[in-house]
């Protein structure tokens, strides 16, 4: 009784004129950056319930979340701790991308096998991979390795019968069941996650299977008409046709193929994979950055699904990553995604703490919709305003927190991004798009 007294007096008067901002963040100081993070994380971490008894590790709650969801969540915190050092959530983030990494160390567990899509798969090895990448504590010595399991799922994707042959030109298929909807669907998420992931493991192996790989999925994109000269990327087609192009566009989509391109731009220097990440570049901030400000406009601001509310997370980690393999971005890209990151912190007013993070960033106050993507997003927009800390490993001085970043700052002026006329209609989302599951919990 007197807590909720208090909590009502305490409202009351948080309610007086200057309005509250509880994720307060002044973004080109990195301290001010991590310790707004930080809040995000632990508001993210607040709908996992992965290690109370009974539940299942790895996974967000299966009754409002796709499994696909998990390994965004995980990828989203191994970027925020290469970001920022901090070193807390390493337990869970290990003991949950090893629960979930089924029997053949490929990310397709026994219970979630039936319904999970290339895309859905792809993604979990995206987030083995980043931790590859960061040099994130290795898994046990008896299990596989995280460099092991992205690999296993590239070459369980690189088989012709995950594939639709005909006018099709080789490409991977939606589904990998043929009895799920979808399985007639390719779209591009399943394709351009892995085309990311042969770009980053040929830049990470040198091995020139996986680059051929990744220059043949760019290829069978243009030919589908997926990717087109303007650098649009497209949602799909579908089978046996393969010959009309579904339209609508999502930000993940171009900031996974534009982080692909950027990785064999680094790996390989050639002029060809220079131009795509300039066209890309340039494209994807004039179509997904509205003032400056990240927005899912094919879903904004009613129509995104809970899948949908995850997509500018990757987008914004895309970008970062891209400015870092290709440094001429930088600018460009940095001074972006600091305006969207401000613009996504400001709007976290919401929930029972007075700082639970909505989904649209292009208002200032929250739009009564929380969840583990609205703040899985933020937390990558806020983070990728940093400089990623060389590999942290928690043996460093300081468990790694002695990287301090100074902001990049070269020019602050806001894009003024072209505005785009939308008709979007979603047709594919990860394993979401046939279960339309409100924001609102
Ligand atoms: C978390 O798990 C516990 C134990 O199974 C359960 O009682 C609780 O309802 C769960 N909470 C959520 C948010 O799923
Ligand atoms: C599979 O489901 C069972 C029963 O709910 C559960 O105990 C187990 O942890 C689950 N495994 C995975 C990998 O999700
Ligand atoms: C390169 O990768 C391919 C595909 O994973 C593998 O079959 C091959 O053995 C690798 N080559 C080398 C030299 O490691
Ligand atoms: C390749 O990427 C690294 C960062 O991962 C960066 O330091 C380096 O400058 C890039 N190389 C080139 C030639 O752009
Ligand atoms: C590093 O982290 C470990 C475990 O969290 C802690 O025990 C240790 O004191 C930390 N070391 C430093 C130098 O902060
Ligand atoms: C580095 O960061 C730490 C912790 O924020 C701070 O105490 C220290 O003064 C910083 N050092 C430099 C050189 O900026």
Known sequence: MARITISFLARLLL??????????????????????AA????????FYNGTAAGETPGILPYSEYFWWTGGIMWNTLLDYRARTGDVKYDDLISQGLLFQRGPNDDYLPLNFSAQIGNDDQAFWALAALEAEEIGFRDPPASEAQWLTMAKNVFESQSSTDRRAGGNCENGLR?????SN???????AASNVAYFNLGARLARLTGNETYLREAEDTYDLLVKLGLVTED???????????????NEARFSYNAGLLLQGVAALYNETREEVWRERVDGLTTRILEVFFKDGVLSEAACEPTLCTVDMS?????????????AELAPHTAVRIRSALRTSAKAAAVQCTGGDNNRMCGLYWLDSTWDNTVGAGNEASVLSALVSVLTRTAPVVPELPNNGTSGNETATDGD??????????????????????LLLVGLLL
Request: charged share 10%; aromatic share 8%; glycine share 6%.
């Open 15 to 36: 309610a007086a004129p200057a309005a509250v901002t509880a994720i307060n963040v002044a973004i080109l100081n990195p301290d001010s950056v991590r310790r707004a």
């Open 39 to 46: 809040l995000v994380a632990e508001d993210l971490l607040s």
């Open 174 to 178: 939606w589904q990998i069941l043929p």
């Open 181 to 187: 909807a979808g399985y007639n669907y390719i779209n």
């Open 231 to 245: 650098f649009d990327v497209y949602d799909g087609v579908n089978t046996p046709s393969c010959d009309r192009v």
């Open 310 to 322: 995850f997509l500018k997370g990757i987008t914004h980690r895309a970008l970062a990553a891209t």
């Open 412 to 433: 602050n002026t806001p894009l003024s991004a072209g505005t785009v006329a939308w008709a979007g209609t979603s047709v594919s989302l990860a394993a979401g798009a």
